[in-house]
């Protein structure tokens, strides 16, 4: 079955344009906690006024890691 329509399939250029270079894109990654170890995580990322994401990367010095390869690279 073909799609006379214009809708429902891929289109050149739908979608949001790629504004991060491949190097720098984040994707998404799964952890396993309980739900108290969960609720702890929020609660210190909620005091901090933080996603649970940007805690995890202050936490284990994960930006600073990243900096410094983009600073290498200039």
Do not use: C, H
């Not at 170890?37 to 649970?52: C, D, F, T």
Request: negative net charge; aromatic residues 4%; without cysteine.
């Amino acid at each position: 079955m073909t799609n006379d329509r214009n809708w429902g399939g891929l289109r050149k250029g739908a979608g949001a344009p790629i504004t991060v270079g491949a190097e720098n894109r984040r994707k998404q990654r799964a952890i396993s906690l309980s739900d108290k170890e969960y609720e702890l995580l929020k609660e210190i990322a909620s005091e901090r006024q933080i996603s649970i994401s940007e805690l995890i990367r202050i936490t284990f010095n994960l930006d600073t890691a990243n900096e410094t390869a983009n600073n290498e690279s200039e």
